[in-house]
């Protein structure tokens, strides 16, 4: 009798652009079935251009076994509708990425506006929660807990202090934090948490990190890297790829730094 091949299913959020959809193009890939959430805000969004409805088409549209989905990060009740959503497609859920991501700064700690503090903690750190919250029963309550991951896409600034950041820098530790907390509240379930620490890579997001410098570029900031160039995305999310392969077990509760030798 033939064994039915298992496909595993994966929800990436942020994944209009950036990271987020590199990852989602490499879970596909790798065929998995794909729930490709984004907010979708547009180009007058806060506090630079967002992806619209149609970019997140656009990365869905060739990938087969992929879905598009709109929702906020932010929003609890919204994360687990989405992963309702998933459940009842495919019923199952194995792999959450929280790959949302926002910068603001340019200014000290003790001049960042109130906004922006609630912005990036909303997106870059309650995101994670909300998305961890949502996806973390619906793996332990599936078929196989043993091979379900949640992978959190962090920063560079989740374990250092960068010029002019510190509401990023804030919102990004308490990301790692939320892992590892995470993995600790996993033990002995099988369903295992790791953050990955990005660099500087060829985003939307990077152009608006250079903007907050005035007279800076993307090849200052990527000086930073003993690689002396930016990431591309997809380098990026073959490493996320990894930390949500049965394989990447081992890395539970830690921070991957796939950040081409950042050295601040």
């Known amino acids: 009798m033939r064994e039915t091949k298992v496909v595993r299913v994966a929800l990436v959020t942020g994944a209009a652009r950036g990271i987020g959809a590199a990852t989602a193009r490499r879970l596909a890939a790798d065929g998995y079935s794909v729930l490709a959430l984004d907010w979708c805000a547009g180009p007058s969004a806060y506090p630079y251009p967002m992806p ?3 970019d997140l088409d656009a990365v869905v549209g060739p990938l087969s076994g992929a879905v598009a989905h709109v929702a906020d990060v932010r929003d609890r009740q919204g994360m687990d509708a989405a992963v309702e959503l998933a459940h009842d497609r495919w019923g199952r859920l194995d792999v959450a990425v929280a790959c949302a991501g926002v910068i603001t700064g340019g200014r000290t700690l003790w001049d960042t506006p109130d906004q922006e503090l609630e912005f990036e903690w909303g997106v870059n750190a309650k995101g994670v929660w909300n998305t961890a919250a949502a996806a973390i029963p619906a793996m332990l ?5 043993s ?9 560079a600034a989740g374990s250092r202090g960068l010029f002019h950041l510190a509401g990023y820098n804030a919102a990004k530790h308490a990301a790692v934090g939320i892992v590892r907390g995470l993995a600790a509240d996993l033990t002995g379930t099988g369903v295992t948490a790791v953050a990955v620490s990005p660099g500087s890579t060829r985003t ?7 903007a907050l410098y005035p007279g800076a570029t993307t090849e200052d900031l990527s000086d930073h890297q003993l690689l002396q160039r930016a990431l591309s995305p997809d380098e ?5 790829a990894f930390c ?14 796939a950040d081409g030798g950042f050295r601040g």
């Open 52 to 54: 619209e409805r149609s």
């Open 141 to 145: 309550a599936g078929p196989d807990p």
């Open 147 to 155: 091979g379900c991951r949640f992978v959190a896409v962090t920063s």
């Open 204 to 210: 939307q997001m990077l152009d608006a990190t250079v």
């Open 236 to 240: 990026v999310a073959a490493a996320v």
């Open 244 to 257: 949500c392969s049965i394989e990447g077990a081992s890395l539970n509760g830690s921070v991957l730094h």
